[in-house]
């Protein structure tokens, strides 16, 4: 059977509508990262965009900084810093900077960015941007490590930089890839020994229904993580591989279904079709249909908890097995249903996977056996126990 996943953390990108307050939307998704930690989970990872009207989260570390005081045990994540928009250096400094704030529960996650606008407004060619995250990932993963680096390259230079401040844990300060639909960020999370970090699919969903997803390419996404590990000395661990997906949890599969549907065709139309110029079918019955394609093929896990444990142990198999799910938190469902699917999952869903709840069952069963023999047991002792009292009471 394929390695389920035993750690589980959110990943909030962040996409917002337009129109709320952009201060009381913030308050409400650091209100997140307070509930996750309340409720046990290990991980919480915030994202970065800059344009485009829905992504209102523009520095994830500044956030990250404020949850950190809010929170006590929940370790921290950038979701990811976009290299090639930061000097190295810098990236560097600030995520040492967050590692000491928060005593060692910080992960740097870094990735080449996925938002045209951000890129041309940047003036950053869309077909450069590997190149400049592979460089920027190389710098910043030496200057963790505690080495002087010298560099130059057409956009950005270093002269005998080093940082000032060290990683709080003895083991360095954890980096980790993200990977979409392409090889590169696999391989070079395998070559730099960072953590992989996989898009199960695109927010969108299917393009329309039957459309394939990145889900099928699971397998293949971590064959290239383990030859690139293997080509740079390193051995490959399936339990430090993330696996990114939207989940919903409700009291019964309709309802989940029913309270993300509606927000989830609110995003494909406005933001991903309208915006974004993204080909996704928008009709009421090609979308609905889209929709239902995406759940069914793994892309999205929404239902039940004994059924969003089933999809999850299913998103196991097909990938082989991996350490970490993250929940991406979409902004689908309403506020308070996001809040309430956050603590079913935490109650129902990560014990079953996790196996917490094995020994209480076997509890339960073992003592539903012995019922009938220590019930009887327990009654002749009581009846011997009335009688003797009734005997010495008669002998006074």
């Known amino acids: 059977m394929a390695q389920a996943p035993f750690r589980f953390g959110c990943f909030l990108s962040p996409l917002h509508p337009p129109g709320e307050d952009p201060g009381l939307r913030l308050r409400r998704d650091i209100g997140l990262i307070e509930l996750a930690d309340e409720l046990g989970y290990d991980e919480f990872w915030v994202g970065e965009h800059h344009s485009a ?55 740097l996650g870094v990735g080449a960015g996925s938002v045209p606008t951000d890129m041309h407004m940047l003036g950053i060619p869309p077909d450069d941007t590997r190149r400049r995250t ?22 950005f230079q270093l002269a005998d930089a080093r940082t000032q401040l060290s990683p709080v844990r003895r083991d360095g300060l954890p980096m980790a890839v993200a990977s979409a639909q392409s090889p590169f960020g696999m391989r070079l999370a395998g070559r730099l020994g960072a953590i992989p970090l996989s898009y199960v699919a695109p927010p969108w969903g299917a393009l329309r229904a039957g459309h394939p997803l990145m889900v099928e390419r699971l397998a293949e996404q971590w064959e290239h993580y383990a ?38 065709l609110r995003q494909r139309r406005e933001l991903w079709s309208a915006t974004m110029g993204m080909p996704v079918v928008t009709s009421d019955v090609g979308a609905r249909k889209a929709f239902e394609s995406t759940v069914g093929s793994g892309g ?28 991406s938190i979409m902004d689908w469902a309403p506020h308070d249903r996001v809040r309430q699917g956050m603590d079913l999952f935490a109650r129902y869903v ?47």
């Open 300 to 327: 999205m896990i929404v239902g039940s908890p004994s059924d969003c444990a089933a999809q999850i142990h299913k998103l196991a198999e097909l990938s082989g097995g991996f350490g970490g799910l993250l929940l």
């Open 227 to 264: 030859s690139a590990a293997t080509e740079a000395g390193r051995t490959a661990d399936r339990g430090q591989w993330r696996l990114l997906v939207p989940v919903h949890v409700a009291g019964t599969t309709e309802q989940a279904l029913d309270d993300v549907y509606p927000g989830w």
């Open 53 to 107: 009207g829905w992504g209102t989260i523009l520095s994830p570390e500044i956030v990250l900084a404020a949850a950190a005081e809010r929170t006590r045990r929940i370790t921290l994540a950038t979701g990811v810093v976009t290299l090639p928009y930061h000097h190295p250096f810098m990236v560097a400094e600030r995520a040492l900077q967050l590692d000491t704030l928060t005593r060692g529960r910080f992960i």
């Open 350 to 396: 990560v014990p079953e996977l996790r196996e917490s709840v094995a020994a209480l069952r076997g509890s339960n069963a073992w003592a539903a056996a012995q019922r009938e023999r220590l019930q009887a047991a327990s009654a002749a002792a009581r009846d011997k126990a009335i009688a003797a009292a009734g005997k010495a009471e008669a002998g006074r």
């Open 134 to 155: 592979e460089e920027a990932a190389e710098v910043v993963a030496a200057l963790l490590r505690g080495e002087i680096v010298n560099t130059s390259t057409d956009w």
